[in-house]
């Protein structure tokens, strides 16, 4: 079935670190997205990018599809930042989550 | 502009007692429908979804069925609550077609079983 990891599950940094959270998937992807979900529980889509590089102010996501992997990298970290990280992949109506990344930038 | 809107915000339920969970999207017809299923520090599991009205399709049951009785509404719900019902339940959307197919979520119904 499909599957996806992501690493690492936990990422402490300095407020000004850089991030590069990973997302690898078992099969190839008509859909990947990248989640923010806040503290509170809101789940804020980032990112939809099946493939190729996209940026949107201090974040960006790369895709390499036949490669069956997608990054996340997040510039210059803010503690607003904090919180937890989600890819999502499917070439279905069966939508995978990856565990999460959770991570912690520390003023 | 399309709006997704999950009620009830949370809820404390007893073991053994129903549960209706419900989601409207406003401004999209025609959507797919998903429901969503979170433990506590947990990844989301997908539950349901429905491409159309009337039409449901199971792919973790957790002995809970869903609705989809109009093109807006989708509804999530049980005549027996367990233990392990307890969690998030988040309700999202996406374009049928369409080359984006970006899943919207809602705010979510927190959910406590005792």
């Known amino acids: 079935g499909q599957q996806v990891q992501q690493s690492p599950a936990s990422l402490v940094l300095q407020e000004g670190e850089n991030a590069e959270l990973q997302c690898n998937f078992s099969s190839t992807a008509t859909r990947l997205q990248w989640f923010y979900q806040h503290p509170g529980g809101r789940l804020v889509s980032l990112f939809y990018n099946p493939s190729g590089t996209k940026h949107t102010g201090r974040l960006t996501s790369t895709t390499v599809t036949n490669e069956r992997r997608s990054s996340l990298h997040i510039s210059s970290s803010q503690t607003t930042d904090s919180g937890t990280y989600f890819c999502a992949y499917s070439n279905t109506n069966k939508v995978v989550f990856g565990t999460g990344t959770r991570l912690q930038v520390l003023p | 502009a399309q709006t997704i809107h999950q009620w009830p915000v949370a809820e404390i339920k007893a073991v053994g007692s129903p549960l209706s969970l419900g989601c409207t999207i406003k401004?999209?017809?025609?959507?797919?429908l998903y429901w969503y299923w979170q433990a506590t520090g947990g990844t989301l599991q997908q539950l349901f979804y429905?491409?159309?009205?009337?039409?449901v399709e199971s792919v973790v049951q957790l002995n809970l069925s869903a609705s989809r009785p109009k093109d807006d509404q989708f509804i999530l719900s049980t005549e027996k609550l367990l233990l392990s019902h307890s969690g998030f339940y988040l309700c999202a959307w996406s374009p049928l077609t369409g080359g984006q197919n970006t899943l919207y979520f809602g705010a979510g119904t927190r959910l406590s079983v005792l």
């Open positions: 429905s491409i159309t009205v009337g039409q």
């Open positions: 401004g999209k017809s025609s959507p797919n």
